[in-house]
C-alpha cells in the first residue's frame, strides 16, 4: 500500500490539543481512506473509512468529506507528518545521495511523459515534503493536467517548495471546482504569501 496524499489536522482550545490525519493510499488498482486520531504526543488511534478498496473519485469525496466533517468542528490543516516521507515511493538510482535523490525527482518532473506518468502525484508530493526549490516551475506546470487529486498535489507541494512567483498558480487554484483544492491552496498562498496576504486571510 502506498501513500498518495495526506491531510493533517490540528485542534486546539483551552486544554483540547487533537490531531486528527487523513490518508488517501493506493491499494493495487483501488484506493483507502484511513485515519488516526488523539491527543497531540500521545500514540494516535487507528481506524478506516473504507473497509474495502473503493476508486479514486470515491475515496476522493470520502477523504474530502472526512476533511470537511472535522474542519466544520473547528480543526485546521496543518502540514503533513514526517511518516509521509516514510511511506512515499520515489522511483531513484540504487545507492543514491541526497543529491541524487533530487535530480531523480527533478528528472521525473521535467519528463516529457510527467503528465500522463500515473505515478507523478506521488513524485509530486515528495518534492514538496523534500522541499525541493527548483521543483516548484515544473510542478506548476503540472496544474490541470489530470483530476482533481493532481491539483491538490501540485497546490500542497508549492506550499513548501515554492516561493512568492508561485502565487500567480496558485491563485488559478482558488477557482477550481473541487473545494479540497481550492482549500490546500488557501493554505499554500498563506503560506509565502507576505503579511497583508496572511492578514486578508486571517
Known amino acids: 500500500m502506498k501513500l498518495v496524499c495526506q491531510t493533517k489536522l490540528h485542534f486546539k482550545e483551552a486544554n483540547s490539543d487533537k490531531v486528527y490525519e487523513v490518508d488517501l493510499c493506493e491499494a493495487g488498482e483501488k484506493y483507502l481512506v484511513n485515519f488516526r486520531y488523539g491527543r497531540r ?95 516548484a516551475t515544473p510542478i506548476a506546470a503540472l496544474i490541470g493536467t489530470a483530476k482533481e487529486l493532481r491539483d491538490y498535489c501540485c497546490a500542497w507541494s508549492l506550499g513548501f517548495c515554492g516561493d512568492a512567483s508561485m502565487i500567480p498558480a496558485l491563485e488559478k487554484l482558488m477557482n477550481h471546482k473541487a473545494e479540497f483544492v481550492r482549500r490546500i491552496a488557501r493554505e499554500a498562498l498563506f503560506k509565502l504569501g507576505g503579511e497583508t496576504t496572511r492578514n486578508n486571510f486571517r
Open 41 to 135: 504526543g500521545t500514540e494516535l488511534k487507528e481506524g478506516t473509512k473504507t473497509t474495502n478498496p473503493v476508486e479514486l473519485a470515491e475515496a476522493e469525496k470520502i477523504f474530502q468529506k472526512l476533511v470537511d466533517e472535522k474542519t466544520r468542528k473547528g480543526y485546521h490543516i496543518a502540514s503533513a507528518s514526517n511518516q509521509t516521507a516514510e511511506k512515499t515511493t520515489v522511483i531513484a538510482p540504487q545507492g543514491f545521495d541526497e543529491e541524487a535523490r533530487k535530480n531523480a525527482i527533478l528528472d521525473k518532473l521535467k519528463a516529457e511523459k510527467a503528465k500522463s506518468n500515473p505515478r507523478i502525484e506521488r513524485i509530486i508530493w515528495r518534492a514538496g515534503e523534500l522541499k525541493i526549490k527548483e521543483a
